[in-house]
Protein backbone atom coordinates (compact mmCIF):
# COMPACT_ATOMS: atom_id res chain seq x y z
CA UNK A 1 0.00 0.00 0.00
CA UNK A 2 1.85 2.75 -1.40
CA UNK A 3 1.75 6.54 0.54
CA UNK A 4 2.57 8.98 2.41
CA UNK A 5 2.78 7.94 6.77
CA UNK A 6 3.28 10.69 9.34
CA UNK A 7 3.45 9.04 13.29
CA UNK A 8 2.12 10.17 15.37
CA UNK A 9 -1.39 11.09 14.85
CA UNK A 10 -0.75 12.93 18.36
CA UNK A 11 1.81 14.00 19.88
CA UNK A 12 2.65 16.27 23.34
CA UNK A 13 5.52 18.27 24.47
CA UNK A 14 6.33 19.27 27.86
CA UNK A 15 8.32 22.83 28.68
CA UNK A 16 12.10 22.15 27.56
CA UNK A 17 11.81 19.03 25.56
CA UNK A 18 12.68 18.32 21.92
CA UNK A 19 10.33 16.00 19.81
CA UNK A 20 10.56 14.62 16.90
CA UNK A 21 7.88 13.80 13.75
CA UNK A 22 8.25 11.26 11.28
CA UNK A 23 7.00 11.34 8.04
CA UNK A 24 7.81 8.12 5.47
CA UNK A 25 6.92 7.50 2.03
CA UNK A 26 7.30 4.61 -0.18
CA UNK A 27 6.69 6.75 -3.79
CA UNK A 28 9.94 7.06 -4.66
CA UNK A 29 9.74 10.56 -4.75
CA UNK A 30 12.76 12.73 -4.83
CA UNK A 31 11.51 15.88 -3.06
CA UNK A 32 9.76 16.34 0.68
CA UNK A 33 8.40 19.16 2.37
CA UNK A 34 7.55 20.06 5.94
CA UNK A 35 4.63 22.56 6.59
CA UNK A 36 2.51 24.10 9.81
CA UNK A 37 -0.52 24.53 9.57
CA UNK A 38 -2.21 27.09 11.99
CA UNK A 39 -5.92 28.19 11.61
CA UNK A 40 -6.96 30.75 9.13
CA UNK A 41 -3.26 31.03 8.28
CA UNK A 42 -3.14 28.51 5.57
CA UNK A 43 0.40 26.19 4.81
CA UNK A 44 3.61 28.14 6.22
CA UNK A 45 6.63 26.20 4.59
CA UNK A 46 9.41 24.76 7.19
CA UNK A 47 11.93 23.01 5.37
CA UNK A 48 12.24 21.23 2.10
CA UNK A 49 14.34 18.41 0.74
CA UNK A 50 14.85 18.16 -2.77
CA UNK A 51 17.40 15.56 -2.68
CA UNK A 52 18.88 12.70 0.12
CA UNK A 53 21.53 14.86 2.19
CA UNK A 54 20.56 17.95 1.12
CA UNK A 55 17.37 20.48 3.05
CA UNK A 56 16.75 23.59 3.01
CA UNK A 57 15.05 26.48 5.57
CA UNK A 58 11.29 27.29 4.59
CA UNK A 59 10.05 30.74 5.37
CA UNK A 60 9.76 29.38 9.50
CA UNK A 61 12.70 27.49 9.91
CA UNK A 62 13.22 28.72 13.21
CA UNK A 63 12.87 25.77 16.07
CA UNK A 64 12.99 23.50 13.95
CA UNK A 65 15.54 21.38 12.49
CA UNK A 66 15.68 18.32 9.95
CA UNK A 67 17.66 15.38 8.56
CA UNK A 68 17.45 13.43 5.34
CA UNK A 69 19.58 10.31 5.76
CA UNK A 70 17.62 8.27 3.48
CA UNK A 71 14.85 8.94 0.42
CA UNK A 72 11.65 7.43 1.92
CA UNK A 73 12.14 9.44 5.43
CA UNK A 74 12.27 13.40 6.78
CA UNK A 75 11.90 13.51 10.31
CA UNK A 76 11.37 17.44 11.85
CA UNK A 77 12.30 17.75 15.32
CA UNK A 78 10.63 20.81 17.06
CA UNK A 79 13.74 21.92 19.81
CA UNK A 80 12.52 23.40 22.70
CA UNK A 81 13.77 26.70 21.08
CA UNK A 82 10.21 27.10 19.10
CA UNK A 83 8.16 28.99 21.48
CA UNK A 84 4.86 28.36 19.66
CA UNK A 85 4.65 24.79 18.41
CA UNK A 86 0.64 23.97 19.39
CA UNK A 87 0.19 23.18 15.22
CA UNK A 88 -1.13 20.95 13.01
CA UNK A 89 2.28 19.75 10.83
CA UNK A 90 2.05 18.61 7.13
CA UNK A 91 4.53 16.61 5.12
CA UNK A 92 4.22 16.44 1.82
CA UNK A 93 6.72 14.70 -1.61
CA UNK A 94 6.41 15.19 -4.68
CA UNK A 95 6.85 13.83 -7.86
CA UNK A 96 7.92 15.24 -11.33
CA UNK A 97 5.86 14.14 -14.78
CA UNK A 98 7.25 13.88 -18.15
CA UNK A 99 6.50 17.74 -18.80
CA UNK A 100 9.09 18.73 -15.73
CA UNK A 101 6.16 19.73 -13.37
CA UNK A 102 6.14 18.99 -9.85
CA UNK A 103 2.94 17.63 -8.19
CA UNK A 104 3.23 17.65 -4.19
CA UNK A 105 0.82 14.80 -1.84
CA UNK A 106 0.64 15.09 1.26
CA UNK A 107 0.42 12.94 4.35
CA UNK A 108 -2.26 12.39 7.14
CA UNK A 109 -1.06 15.01 9.66
CA UNK A 110 0.49 15.18 13.00
CA UNK A 111 -1.20 17.57 15.59
CA UNK A 112 1.17 18.66 18.16
CA UNK A 113 -0.03 20.06 21.66
CA UNK A 114 2.13 21.74 24.44
CA UNK A 115 1.27 20.34 28.02
CA UNK B 1 7.61 36.62 -6.24
CA UNK B 2 4.49 34.42 -6.10
CA UNK B 3 1.58 34.51 -3.93
CA UNK B 4 -2.46 33.54 -3.38
CA UNK B 5 -5.23 34.99 -1.98
CA UNK B 6 -8.37 33.15 -1.29
CA UNK B 7 -11.45 35.47 -1.45
CA UNK B 8 -14.31 34.50 1.60
CA UNK B 9 -12.75 32.87 4.63
CA UNK B 10 -15.96 30.99 4.83
CA UNK B 11 -18.88 30.51 1.90
CA UNK B 12 -21.95 28.46 2.69
CA UNK B 13 -24.39 27.04 0.08
CA UNK B 14 -27.59 24.77 -0.26
CA UNK B 15 -27.00 21.24 -0.84
CA UNK B 16 -27.46 21.46 -4.88
CA UNK B 17 -26.30 25.12 -5.52
CA UNK B 18 -23.33 26.03 -7.07
CA UNK B 19 -20.07 26.33 -5.47
CA UNK B 20 -17.64 29.19 -6.39
CA UNK B 21 -14.66 29.34 -4.53
CA UNK B 22 -12.53 32.75 -5.30
CA UNK B 23 -8.71 32.55 -5.69
CA UNK B 24 -6.46 35.25 -7.17
CA UNK B 25 -2.66 34.66 -7.78
CA UNK B 26 0.60 36.83 -8.17
CA UNK B 27 3.14 35.82 -10.24
CA UNK B 28 6.60 36.87 -11.54
CA UNK B 29 6.61 33.92 -13.90
CA UNK B 30 3.85 31.58 -15.71
CA UNK B 31 2.14 29.86 -12.46
CA UNK B 32 1.40 26.64 -12.15
CA UNK B 33 -1.96 26.15 -9.77
CA UNK B 34 -3.38 23.74 -7.63
CA UNK B 35 -6.62 23.30 -5.62
CA UNK B 36 -6.08 21.35 -2.34
CA UNK B 37 -9.44 20.09 -0.39
CA UNK B 38 -8.95 19.06 3.25
CA UNK B 39 -11.39 17.70 5.53
CA UNK B 40 -11.36 17.47 9.19
CA UNK B 41 -7.84 16.64 11.22
CA UNK B 42 -6.28 15.18 7.84
CA UNK B 43 -3.98 15.87 4.79
CA UNK B 44 -4.69 17.72 1.58
CA UNK B 45 -6.37 15.88 -1.39
CA UNK B 46 -5.19 17.18 -4.61
CA UNK B 47 -8.52 18.02 -6.37
CA UNK B 48 -7.14 19.74 -9.38
CA UNK B 49 -4.24 21.60 -11.36
CA UNK B 50 -3.49 23.62 -14.09
CA UNK B 51 -0.08 23.30 -15.87
CA UNK B 52 -0.94 25.40 -19.16
CA UNK B 53 -2.52 22.43 -21.36
CA UNK B 54 -6.24 23.39 -20.91
CA UNK B 55 -6.98 26.42 -19.72
CA UNK B 56 -10.40 24.69 -17.73
CA UNK B 57 -9.60 22.01 -15.49
CA UNK B 58 -11.71 19.39 -14.65
CA UNK B 59 -10.59 17.86 -11.27
CA UNK B 60 -12.27 14.64 -8.92
CA UNK B 61 -15.60 15.07 -7.33
CA UNK B 62 -17.15 17.07 -10.28
CA UNK B 63 -14.85 20.48 -9.01
CA UNK B 64 -13.68 22.06 -12.17
CA UNK B 65 -11.26 24.96 -12.15
CA UNK B 66 -10.51 27.78 -15.03
CA UNK B 67 -7.31 29.66 -15.50
CA UNK B 68 -7.86 33.28 -16.67
CA UNK B 69 -4.54 35.38 -17.23
CA UNK B 70 -6.24 38.69 -18.04
CA UNK B 71 -7.96 38.62 -14.41
CA UNK B 72 -4.95 36.59 -12.80
CA UNK B 73 -7.77 34.01 -11.49
CA UNK B 74 -8.12 30.21 -10.98
CA UNK B 75 -11.41 29.77 -9.51
CA UNK B 76 -13.03 27.03 -8.34
CA UNK B 77 -16.93 25.79 -9.33
CA UNK B 78 -18.98 23.27 -9.28
CA UNK B 79 -22.50 22.76 -10.36
CA UNK B 80 -24.17 21.27 -7.96
CA UNK B 81 -23.03 21.38 -3.97
CA UNK B 82 -23.17 17.75 -2.21
CA UNK B 83 -23.27 17.40 1.36
CA UNK B 84 -20.19 15.58 1.17
CA UNK B 85 -18.49 18.86 0.04
CA UNK B 86 -18.05 20.35 3.21
CA UNK B 87 -14.36 20.97 4.01
CA UNK B 88 -11.88 23.54 3.87
CA UNK B 89 -9.96 24.52 0.32
CA UNK B 90 -6.95 25.53 -0.22
CA UNK B 91 -5.61 27.63 -3.39
CA UNK B 92 -2.12 26.79 -3.95
CA UNK B 93 1.02 28.63 -6.45
CA UNK B 94 4.05 27.66 -8.06
CA UNK B 95 6.39 29.69 -9.80
CA UNK B 96 8.48 27.57 -11.84
CA UNK B 97 7.98 23.43 -13.09
CA UNK B 98 10.03 22.56 -10.05
CA UNK B 99 10.03 23.72 -5.96
CA UNK B 100 7.89 24.99 -3.29
CA UNK B 101 3.77 25.68 -3.59
CA UNK B 102 2.89 29.25 -2.02
CA UNK B 103 -0.52 28.64 -0.55
CA UNK B 104 -3.45 31.18 0.36
CA UNK B 105 -5.44 30.77 3.67
CA UNK B 106 -8.25 28.77 2.80
CA UNK B 107 -11.78 29.21 2.30
CA UNK B 108 -14.41 26.87 4.67
CA UNK B 109 -17.22 25.37 2.34
CA UNK B 110 -20.16 24.67 4.66
CA UNK B 111 -23.31 23.05 3.05
CA UNK B 112 -26.47 23.39 4.11
CA UNK B 113 -29.33 20.49 3.72
Known amino acids: DGGITQSPKYLFRKEGQNVTLSCEQN?????MYWYRQDPGQGLRLIYY???????QKGDIAEGYSVSREKKESFPLTVTSAQKNPTAFYLC??????????????FGPGTRLLVL | AQSVTQLGSHVSVSEGALVLLRCNYS??????LFWYVQYPNQGLQLLLK??????LVKGINGFEAEFKKSETSFHLTKPSAHMSDAAEYFC???????????FGRGTQLTVWP
Open chain 1, 92 to 105: ASSIVNSGNQETQY
Open chain 1, 49 to 55: SQIVNDF
Open chain 1, 27 to 31: LNHDA
Open chain 2, 50 to 55: YTSAAT
Open chain 2, 27 to 32: SSVPPY
Open chain 2, 92 to 102: AVSGSTLGRLY
